[in-house]
């Protein structure tokens, strides 16, 4: 009766050795506690009859396959190491409560983002170096301004469409990565679209006369209480020239006060300095660092002068007839 009771208690450590393998890739303490569940119950089995566990219960791997189920686990992964256990880890939190109720959450706001997406892509256009005009709309908020506010809002709109069909569609694989990408990149230049459209709705600087003092702007060039940012100077004839530098009337070099930007063509004096007086300024491509159109200009009509009128000649004085020493007889 003994080596009766020593052999089952054998088949049954052999058994439960190898539920235990079968659920190796779970964590130390959860996997304990199935074990210690099942160890009773297998002793139990063990204990009422002779035939072997296997042929009452299953094998181990179906058992441990039943014990996840029941205790809502994920399937076993795959033998792979580190990269299998970690795939198991994120599996169980992503399970969680609090983390469904999150991805729940942000799983609503979906359509805020595909719109934001496509506003951010549309802004980048309308800050790609070179633009000659506002990147912002100042007419119409938050309007990414592409050559005018009306064709910046036409590409917006559509944008904003083809934004949204995407994030409707059901994606294959790679896909489905080519829009991950594209998400994160759209998350990571959302900043710098942001800073772009605050410097331009900042507050423009106004000559405000208030008793015998002026509000004056501390640097730059205004006109109608719009920052001036580039300055096209045309001759008589109405050719637009190049590298013409002005100055004010106190001899000092006209300066529109821009913020630095790199892409800005650098134009340098015999001295080797540079010189921020010369107009107009012209922007670098960044792929090949040369001017892509050093003639663009927003469409000015400049017909040409006619030139100044020739002074006309002062009329003679007329002669006042001196009198005679005769009182005007002969």
Same mark, same amino acid.
């Given at each position: 009766?003994?080596?009766?009771?020593?052999?089952?208690?054998?088949?049954?450590?052999? %058994?439960?050795?190898?539920?235990?393998?079968?659920?190796?890739?779970?964590?130390?303490?959860?996997?304990?506690?199935?074990?210690?569940?099942?160890?009773?119950?297998?002793?139990?089995?063990?204990?009422?009859?002779?035939?072997?566990?296997?042929?009452?219960?299953?094998?181990?791997?179906?058992?441990?396959?039943?014990?996840?189920?029941?205790?809502?686990?994920?399937?076993?992964?795959?033998?792979?190491?580190?990269?299998?256990?970690?795939?198991?880890?994120?599996?169980?939190?992503?399970?969680?409560?609090?983390?469904?109720?999150?991805?729940?959450?942000?799983?609503?706001?979906?359509?805020?983002?595909?719109?934001?997406?496509?506003?951010?892509?549309?802004?980048?256009?309308?800050?790609?170096?070179?633009?000659?005009?506002?990147?912002?709309?100042?007419?119409? =908020?938050?309007? =990414?301004?592409?050559?005018?506010?009306?064709?910046?809002?036409?590409?917006?709109?559509?944008?904003?469409?083809?934004?949204?069909?995407?994030?409707?569609?059901?994606?294959?694989?790679? $896909?489905?990565?080519?829009?991950?990408?594209?998400?994160?990149?759209?998350?990571?230049?959302?900043?710098?679209?942001?800073?772009?459209?605050?410097?331009?709705?900042?507050?423009?600087?106004?000559?405000?006369?208030?008793?015998?003092?002026?509000?004056?702007?501390?640097?730059?060039?205004?006109?109608?209480?719009?920052?001036?940012?580039?300055?096209?100077?045309?001759?008589?004839?109405?050719?637009?020239?190049?590298?013409?530098?002005? %100055?004010?009337?106190?001899?000092?070099?006209?300066?529109?006060?821009?913020?630095?930007?790199?892409?800005?063509?650098?134009?340098?004096? $015999?001295?080797?300095?540079?010189?921020?007086?010369?107009?107009?300024?012209?922007?670098?491509?960044?792929?090949?660092?040369?001017?892509?159109?050093?003639?663009?200009?927003?469409?000015?009509?400049?017909?040409?002068?006619?030139?100044?009128?020739?002074?006309?000649?002062?009329?003679?004085?007329?002669?006042? =007839?001196?009198?005679?020493?005769t009182n005007g007889k002969r």
């Open positions: 009766m003994t080596g009766t009771t020593v052999a089952r208690s054998q088949d049954a450590q052999s %058994y439960l050795d190898r539920v235990g393998a079968a659920l190796a890739d779970l964590p130390e303490e959860e996997r304990a506690d199935l074990l210690d569940e099942l160890g009773t119950h297998v002793d139990e089995i063990a204990a009422e009859g002779t035939s072997s566990l296997e042929a009452r219960l299953g094998s181990p791997e179906d058992y441990a396959a039943e014990l996840r189920a029941s205790a809502g686990l994920p399937p076993a992964q795959s033998r792979g190491g580190a990269g299998a256990r970690l795939r198991s880890q994120l599996q169980r939190v992503a399970q969680r409560r609090q983390v469904m109720v999150a991805r729940d959450f942000f799983g609503a706001l979906r359509p805020v983002w595909w719109v934001a997406r496509a506003w951010v892509v549309v802004g980048l256009v309308a800050m790609f170096p070179g633009q000659t005009t506002p990147t912002w709309a100042d007419a119409v =908020p938050f309007v =990414p301004r592409v050559g005018t506010p009306l064709v910046g809002l036409l590409v917006l709109l559509a944008a904003v469409v083809a934004s949204v069909q995407l994030g409707r569609r059901r994606l294959s694989s790679g $896909a489905g990565a080519a829009v991950v990408v594209l998400n994160v990149g759209a998350a990571l230049l959302l900043l710098p679209v942001l800073v772009s459209l605050g410097e331009s709705t900042s507050p423009h600087y106004v000559y405000v006369e208030s008793g015998s003092s002026e509000v004056v702007p501390p640097d730059g060039v205004y006109s109608g209480g719009t920052q001036v940012w580039n300055i096209y100077p045309y001759d008589a004839a109405g050719r637009m020239l190049h590298d013409v530098r002005l %100055y004010d009337q106190g001899g000092n070099p006209l300066s529109l006060g821009l913020a630095f930007d790199p892409t800005k063509q650098q134009t340098l004096d $015999a001295a080797g300095q540079n010189v921020d007086n010369a107009f107009p300024y012209r922007y670098l491509d960044p792929t090949t660092g040369q001017v892509a159109d050093p003639e663009a200009a927003p469409p000015i009509a400049a017909p040409p002068l006619l030139g100044v009128p020739a002074a006309t000649p002062a009329a003679p004085a007329s002669a006042t =007839p001196s009198p005679s020493p």
